[in-house]
């Protein structure tokens, strides 16, 4: 195995299966505030076409989060002609924030190469931004609380801080592994994840099941694009030639 003394994870999209944990827990909030009074399949469809229109906006602070979740929300009940207001968007989005953890299932292939991490004396950790209660929920429900002790999860509400600040990176370090040399972050944002592990001096992983581009010229250890790549990287030293 390679020489990384410490290796962390992002959680959505990493580990957490985000997508099928999103629709799932989705679903179960539009069959609690709408019943059978119309179809999921196809308000979902428009729903997440709302969300991916408006996710820039987000992301680059055009909207805030309260903004973003209304805005998503009632244009999908316009396009079905549906009645709602900003309180029935909030109901929905704070309902949806108290179930979600619930439906959490990891990224296929994950379990097993956390026990191969384990078997191995590896020390884990996650760093991830948000809510400490959701976040939480979401890896116990998903059946990967044995693989990281709670100080071992690093989530931005509970420590004031959040990628990609450097600080975050920083803490987790002091907090689980001080004399590591070589930290290893692995997640799926490339500005988050990749770019804050970089300048916090840690080493990073891409990892890209969506294949989309790197949007700056910063280098990764490697690329992968699903869970059998990771492992392979994990067990085979990368080539000392690149990046």
């Known amino acids: 195995m ?4 410490l290796i962390c994870f992002d959680l959505d ?7 099928r944990t999103f629709q799932a827990a989705i679903h179960h909030c539009f069959t609690t505030f709408f019943g059978q009074q119309f179809d999921f399949s196809s308000w979902f469809i428009t729903f997440k076409q709302c969300c991916d229109r408006y996710w820039n906006d987000y992301a680059c602070r055009r909207l805030t989060r309260t903004e973003y979740r209304r805005l998503r929300f009632l244009e999908t009940m316009s396009v079905y002609n549906r009645k709602a207001d900003h309180q029935m968007a909030d109901a929905f989005q704070d309902y949806f924030d108290q179930v979600v953890g619930r439906f959490s299932v990891p990224v296929d292939g994950l379990i097993p190469l956390l026990h191969w991490l384990r078997n191995r004396s590896v020390p884990l950790g996650v760093i991830t931004n948000g809510t400490g209660r959701i976040q939480r ?5 998903a059946g990967l609380h044995p693989f990281f002790s709670d100080e071992a999860i690093i989530i ?3 420590v004031g801080m959040k990628k990609p600040d450097r600080a975050i990176f920083s803490y987790a370090k002091q907090q689980l592994a001080p004399h590591c040399d070589q930290p290893l972050f692995i997640g799926d944002s490339w500005e988050l994840d990749v770019v804050g592990a970089l300048r ?4 990073a992983v891409y990892f890209n099941p969506r294949q989309n581009a790197p949007t700056t010229f910063h280098q990764p250890v490697a690329v992968c694009n699903n869970v059998n790549e ?6 085979e ?7």
């Open 200 to 203: 916090a001096n840690w080493q």
């Open 230 to 235: 990771l492992l392979v990287l994990l067990r």
């Open 2 to 5: 390679n020489t990384w003394d």
């Open 156 to 158: 931005s509400e509970e």
């Open 13 to 19: 999209d990493t580990l957490i299966d985000y997508e």
């Open 137 to 141: 929920e979401k890896l116990y429900y």
């Open 237 to 243: 030293p990368p080539d000392e030639g690149k990046g």
